[in-house]
C-alpha cells in the first residue's frame, strides 16, 4: 500500500483534516435530499464533523507530536495544535449561530457550512505547513471559501460588492505575496522555511534581493490580516458580509494569517530580523491608531467593530515586533481571548437581526438594557474584554503583548498601545451609552435561539473564565512556544 | 544568474580566470557569475535561453509573412471569418449566462481529466497506491457531480 510517494505518518497527521473534508462532502450532498423545514440538519453535521476532528486533534497531541508529513511539507508541531484547536472553537461557535440567521435571511443551503469546514481544513494545513507552497495553497483554500462566503446573499448589493472587493484585493495581495515567496526559493533554492533560513543567515546582512523578499512578504501578509496600509477591503467587507461570516472571518482566518506570519518570519526569516522590525514597527503603530480613531465616529455597529478588528491585529503586531516567548505566548493567548469575546459580541449583533431589522446600526441598541437586560449586560462584558478592562479576559491578552515589547525594551511602542486602548474605550463606551441610557425606540425583543444562547453562554464564561482564572489557559498557549525549536 | 545578454562579449576560452571569479560553460564559451549566482539558478539557464528563442522565433514568423507575403486585400478576404458564411449581425451580442455555467462545469471536469493522464502514464510504477489514490480523487469529484446534477446546473432549460 505504501511507497516512498506515501508514508503511513501522512494520512495519521491529516486525520482531523480528512475527516472535515469528509464531512465538508457529507454536509452538500445530505443537503440535497433535505426538506426545508429539516436545513437545520446541516448545522449538525458539520457540529458533529467539528467534534470528530477535535477529537482526533486531541488524539493526535499525544500520538503524533513533532512528527512531519509529505517529505517535510507540514509539521505536526504543539503550535500548529494549539491554532487548530482555536479554529475548531471558533468555527462550532459560528455554526452555532449560523442556522437562525440563514433562515431570516432565507438562504438556508448546506455548501454554507461545507464552505466554512472547507476554509477549516485550509486554516488547520497553514498552521501545519512549514513549506512555502503548502503554506500558499492552504491560505488559498482559506481565502476562497471566504470569498464566497462573503458574497453569501445572492440577491444583497452590498453583500455582493464586499465579496468582489475582497476577491479582487485578495488576487492582488495574493499575487504580491507569491513574488515574494518565489524571490526567497531564487535566494536560497528551497520552500522549507527551515533551510531559507539557513541561506539567508549565510548572505551579507543587508542584502538588496532579501530585502525586497521580506517587503513583499510583509504586504503580502499585512493584508490578509487589516494591517494598515493595506486595510482598506476590511471595513467594506465586514459591513457587507452576512454578520455570520463577519464573526467567522474576524476570528478564524485572522488567527491562521497571523500564525503564518509568526511561522514565516519567526523561522523562515529570522535571520533578517534588523530589517524586518522597523517596517513592522511602523505598520503597527498605523494599525493601531488609524483603527481606534477611525472606529470613533462609526454610526455601524459592523463597521465600528471591523475598526476595532483593526486596531486589535495593531495590538497583536506587538507579540511579533517583541518575537520573544512573552510576544509569542501573548499572540496565542490573545487569539483565544479574541475567540471568545469577539464572537460573543458578534453573536448580539447576529441576534440584533430579525425580520424586519438589518440591525446593524448603533442606534438600533438605544435601550437595550430595558428590552433585554440580559444581552445589554453581556454586550458590556464583552466591550469591557475587547478594550482589555479587568477581571475580563481581554486584559490577559493585552497584558502579556505590551508586557512583551517592553521587555524588549520597544518603550515607545509600549506606550502608543496603552494610549490607544484608552483610545478604543471612548467608542466601546459610546455603544454602551446608547444600550443603558438611550429611551427604547420600539417593543420588540430579541429572537434568542437555543444556537445564539449556547453561543452567548460558552462565550462569556470562557471571558470570564480566563479573565480570573487565566493560568491553564496560559500553560495552554504555551505549547505555542515550539515554533522557537 | 548568468545573463548572457547583459555581460557584454563573450570572454575568451583561454583567458586566464580572475581569483575568485567563478566561470560556467555555454555556448562554448566561459562566462563569468554575478550577483544572483549559484547551483540551483544556473540549471534555470535552458528555460531562459528557450524563451528568447521561443520570442524570436514567434516575433520572425509574423514578420516574415508580412516582409515577404503578398498582399491582395478583396472585401471578401478583409471580412471576419465566420466558417466561410456570410456573417449577419454585430459581433458584440448578448448571450445566456448559462453558457458561463456550463463552462465552469466544463473546466472542473477537465482538471480531473488533466490529472487522470499522468496517472495512467505510471499507473505501473504506483500500483495498489495509486489506484486508491485516484479512486479517492475520482469519488470526490463525483460528489461535486451528483451536487450539480440534483442542482440542475446541468438542465438546460431550467431557470
Known amino acids: 500500500m505504501f511507497n516512498q510517494y506515501f508514508q503511513p505518518n501522512d494520512i495519521l497527521i491529516i486525520y482531523p483534516e480528512l475527516l472535515l473534508a469528509l464531512f465538508a462532502m457529507g454536509v452538500m450532498i445530505i443537503d440535497l435530499f433535505l426538506d426545508r423545514a429539516w436545513k437545520v440538519l446541516n448545522a449538525f453535521t458539520a457540529l458533529v464533523g467539528i467534534a470528530y476532528a477535535a477529537y482526533a486533534l486531541y488524539r493526535l497531541k499525544s500520538n503524533a507530536l513533532n512528527l512531519s508529513g509529505y ?26 449561530i449560523s442556522a437562525r440567521y440563514l433562515s431570516i435571511e432565507g438562504e438556508n443551503r448546506g455548501d454554507y457550512y461545507a464552505l466554512i469546514l472547507l476554509s477549516l481544513i485550509g486554516m488547520n494545513f497553514m498552521v501545519m505547513g512549514i513549506d512555502l507552497i503548502t503554506l500558499y495553497i492552504a491560505l488559498e483554500l482559506m481565502a476562497v471559501s471566504e470569498y464566497i462566503l462573503v458574497g453569501y446573499l445572492r440577491t444583497n448589493r452590498q453583500s455582493n460588492e464586499a465579496a468582489m472587493k475582497f476577491f479582487l484585493l485578495g488576487a492582488f495581495s495574493s499575487g504580491i505575496l507569491l513574488y515574494g515567496i518565489s524571490l526567497l526559493y531564487g535566494i536560497s533554492g528551497s520552500t522549507d522555511l527551515r533551510v531559507i533560513a539557513q541561506r539567508l543567515a549565510e548572505r551579507p546582512s543587508h542584502d538588496p534581493i532579501a530585502l525586497v523578499a521580506v517587503v513583499t512578504l510583509t504586504a503580502g501578509l499585512l493584508f490578509k490580516i487589516g494591517g494598515v496600509p493595506f486595510h482598506q477591503w476590511l471595513p467594506d467587507a465586514y459591513e457587507g458580509a452576512p454578520s455570520t461570516i463577519t464573526t467567522f472571518i474576524s476570528v478564524a482566518p485572522k488567527a491562521a494569517s497571523f500564525a503564518l506570519i509568526l511561522r514565516i518570519f519567526i523561522v523562515g526569516l529570522k535571520p533578517l530580523e534588523t530589517s524586518w522590525v522597523p517596517v513592522l514597527s511602523v505598520v503597527c503603530v498605523l494599525t493601531m491608531t488609524l483603527g481606534n480613531i477611525t472606529a470613533i465616529s462609526q454610526s455601524n455597529i459592523k463597521r465600528l467593530l471591523a475598526y476595532s478588528s483593526i ?6 503586531l506587538l507579540g511579533l515586533i517583541a518575537g520573544n516567548e512573552y510576544g509569542i505566548t501573548g499572540i496565542a493567548i490573545y487569539f483565544l481571548v479574541y475567540a471568545f469575546m469577539n464572537i460573543g459580541i458578534w453573536t448580539l449583533v447576529v441576534a440584533m437581526r430579525r425580520k424586519d431589522l438589518i440591525g446593524d446600526q448603533i442606534q438600533d441598541m438605544a435601550g437595550m438594557i430595558y428590552k433585554n437586560p440580559g444581552a445589554a449586560v453581556l454586550m458590556l462584558v464583552f466591550l469591557l474584554s475587547l478594550a482589555g478592562i479587568p477581571p475580563t479576559a481581554g486584559f490577559i491578552g493585552k497584558y502579556y503583548l505590551f508586557a512583551s515589547v517592553i521587555q524588549t525594551h520597544h518603550y515607545v511602542l509600549a506606550v502608543i498601545a496603552v494610549l490607544n486602548a484608552a483610545i478604543s474605550l471612548y467608542y466601546y463606551f459610546r455603544v454602551v451609552v446608547v444600550m443603558f441610557m438611550s429611551e427604547k425606540t420600539d417593543e420588540e425583543k430579541m429572537t ?3 444556537g445564539v444562547l449556547t453561543s452567548l453562554a460558552v462565550t462569556l464564561v470562557f471571558t470570564l473564565l480566563i479573565g480570573i482564572y487565566p493560568e491553564p489557559f496560559i500553560r495552554f498557549a504555551q505549547n505555542s512556544l515550539s515554533l522557537f525549536q | 544568474m548568468i545573463i548572457p545578454i547583459f555581460t557584454g562579449p563573450p570572454a ?24 544572483f549566482d549559484s547551483d540551483m539558478l544556473r540549471s534555470y539557464l535552458p528555460i531562459l535561453v528557450q524563451l528568447i528563442l521561443v520570442s524570436l522565433v514567434g516575433f520572425a514568423i509574423i514578420a516574415l509573412s508580412y516582409l515577404v ?15 466561410g458564411v456570410r456573417p449577419t449581425g454585430g459581433a458584440h451580442e448578448r448571450f445566456p449566462v448559462k453558457f458561463y455555467l456550463v463552462a465552469m462545469l466544463f473546466i472542473l471536469f477537465d482538471v480531473e481529466v488533466v490529472f487522470l493522464y499522468p496517472w495512467a502514464v505510471i499507473y505501473r510504477e504506483l500500483l495498489f497506491f495509486g489506484f486508491f489514490e485516484m479512486l ?17 446546473a446541468l438542465d438546460w432549460n431550467k431557470n
Not at chain 2, 507575403?69 to 466558417?83: A, D, I, S
Open chain 2, 136 to 152: 479517492t480523487f475520482i469519488l470526490v469529484v463525483l460528489a461535486g457531480y451528483v451536487y450539480i446534477w440534483k442542482k440542475g
Open chain 1, 71 to 96: 517529505n517535510h511539507a507540514i509539521l505536526n508541531d504543539s503550535f500548529a495544535i494549539y491554532f487548530q484547536f482555536v479554529f475548531l472553537i471558533a468555527t462550532a461557535l459560528v455554526i452555532l
Open chain 1, 448 to 450: 434568542l435561539s437555543p
Open chain 2, 12 to 35: 575568451n576560452k583561454n583567458l586566464t580566470p580572475l581569483e575568485g571569479q567563478t566561470y560556467s560553460l555555454c555556448f562554448g564559451h566561459a562566462w563569468p557569475h554575478f550577483a
Open chain 2, 69 to 83: 507575403g503578398k498582399h491582395k486585400p478583396t472585401p471578401e478576404k478583409l471580412m471576419p471569418y465566420e466558417c
Open chain 1, 311 to 316: 486596531a486589535h491585529a495593531g495590538y497583536l
